[in-house]
């Protein structure tokens, strides 16, 4: 028993893991299993309707819109992946970056691009495995580090050294992981719905509830099955997610028109559209915690505060990882999905935010 207590303390770490990972392929099971008896639910009540997919081979009118700018593509030398994106506002000017998140793509920034572009570049840019973006098969290309990799080589590819950098929920995760590794490279952070990645790990292992509203994290990790979900019913779960009273847009918020929302059905329902997405979340639980955690940028958060996918006590307690000048904002009656929901609103703080002078935070 004494040997044993001696060598307990070198024991923690693999002790830890272990359970940790128990923890994660439990949920996984959990998840996978709810998710296999919804299925079943839906083919007793119909097979045919399940099964039904509608064709799409024409993309709907608003991804053409001329007011929200041109589409471009830019090729990355390293990885060679092709990345598509849409730009608004004159060559030179500072760069806006926007990035979006899951099920997002570029067009989820259509009100920033119209609205920025007087004094700004603005791109709006469709993430690896997203829309246009080429889509590599394998899931290890989905690393964070990959991601990360991602942003530096588009900017040093849009001929900038430096962007104010604009992300939406998995959008904001890649955000703050652009902001801690390359600081040198953001002018100024904007993050929407989406708390530091330190307190987002810590605060889902120590609160149930944010364990629940994080489950489709643990059921992505399970192979091919959640790319099928997602496209029954013709994708009616992608649709849930933005028009539901549960997850969607509130009913003071802009709401998505009967085009926008198709326009989220045609990019994701093309041959393999999904699996690059949610490939994304399939690394990240050997990705996290951080060991470099420090934000030292000016830094404005945008919460709604009935975000039905995170906790909004994580947004206060994201400040302590800013040692900069920071700002929380919450929204009382928005979503999840805050740059669509309240545009106007949230232009405004954006605008606001973006001309004031930040004093770094002792």
Not at 39 to 51: D, E, N, R
Request: proline share 6%; hydrophobic share 40%; charged share 20%.
């Amino acid at each position: 028993m004494a040997g044993l207590r001696d060598r307990l303390p070198s024991l923690m770490p693999a002790i830890r893991s272990l359970l940790y990972w128990s923890l994660v392929y439990c949920y996984c099971g959990l998840c996978a299993s709810i998710h296999l008896l919804k299925l079943l639910w839906s083919i007793s009540k119909g097979p045919a309707q399940t099964f039904r997919r509608v064709a799409r081979e024409n993309p709907p009118a608003c991804l053409n819109d001329p007011s929200l700018g041109t589409h471009c593509y830019v090729r990355i030398k390293d990885s060679g992946l092709r990345f598509h994106y849409v730009a608004a506002g004159e060559r030179g000017k500072p760069l806006m970056l926007l990035l979006h998140g899951f099920p997002e793509f570029w067009y989820s920034w259509r009100h920033q691009l119209r609205e920025f572009k007087s004094e700004y570049r603005v791109v709006a840019l469709d993430l690896r495995g997203y829309g246009e973006t080429d889509a590599p098969v394998h899931q290890e290309n989905y690393k964070l580090d990959c991601l990360i990799t991602d942003i530096k080589d588009i900017l040093d590819s849009l001929g900038y050294s430096k962007c104010v950098l604009i992300g939406h929920d998995w959008g904001g995760m890649i955000a703050w992981l652009i902001s801690i590794c390359y600081p040198e490279m953001v002018i100024k952070l904007i993050v929407i719905n989406f708390p530091h990645p330190n307190v987002f790990t810590d605060y889902i292992l120590r609160h149930p509830a944010q364990l629940l509203k994080s489950s489709f994290y643990y059921f992505f990790q399970i192979p091919r099955f959640p790319e099928f979900m997602f496209s029954i019913n013709d994708f009616k779960a992608l649709k849930h997610l933005f028009t539901s009273q549960s997850t969607g847009i509130g009913r003071k918020g802009c709401r998505l028109t009967t085009e926008d929302l198709e326009a989220y059905v045609y990019v994701f329902s093309q041959p393999g559209a999904l699996s690059g997405p949610i490939n994304h979340y399939r690394n990240i639980f050997s990705c996290l915690p951080l060991k470099h955690h420090m934000v030292t940028t000016p830094t404005l958060l945008l919460w709604g505060e009935k975000d039905a996918f995170m906790e909004v006590e994580m947004a206060e307690v994201t400040k302590i990882y800013v040692k900069n000048y920071f700002r929380l904002t919450i929204l009382s009656e928005a979503s999840h999905w805050l740059q669509q929901d309240q545009p106007d609103i949230v232009n405004k703080l954006i605008w606001t935010f973006l001309k004031e002078e930040t004093r770094k935070r002792d």
